[in-house]
Nanobody, 124 residues
Framework: QVMLVESGGGLVQAGGSLRLSCAAS????????MGWFRRAPGKEREFVAA????????NYADSVKGRFTVSRDNAKNTVYLQMNSLKPEDTAVYYC?????????????????WGQGTQVTVSS
């Protein structure tokens, strides 16, 4: 069992930045790809970004490319999502997810473990 806890959400003005963290505990973190997803009010959950265990391969949704950066520190069992140039449409609950994947997948069904989410609100 892998337990995930997100933090770092909050209220920010458009154009601002936030860094989300996702701390993993439980069984070894080794070999787990990590993904970030979000769900806005009234919308389906959508893929944001993902990173392989090594950190060498990343994947981003087109809507966040060039603004968001996913990274990880395996020594700390933590994955990060640096969000810059935030827009009101980035407002959502952000979730991290984990599973043993070779590639940083965008399909939420590929991930078995999920955090509880952290709210990000971007005001205009």
């Amino acid at each position: 069992q892998v337990m995930l806890v997100e933090s770092g959400g909050g209220l920010v003005q458009a154009g601002g930045s936030l860094r989300l963290s996702c701390a993993a505990s439980g069984r070894t973190f080794s070999g787990y790809a990590m993904g970030w997803f979000r769900r806005a009010p009234g919308k389906e959950r959508e893929f944001v970004a993902a990173v392989t265990w090594s950190g060498g391969t990343t994947n981003y949704a087109d809507s966040v490319k060039g603004r968001f950066t996913v990274s990880r520190d395996n020594a700390k069992n933590t994955v990060y999502l640096q969000m810059n140039s935030l827009k009101p449409e980035d407002t959502a609950v952000y979730y991290c997810a984990a599973d043993r994947l070779i590639l940083p997948g965008a399909d939420p069904a590929s991930y078995a473990y999920w955090g509880q989410g952290t709210q990000v609100t971007v005001s205009s």
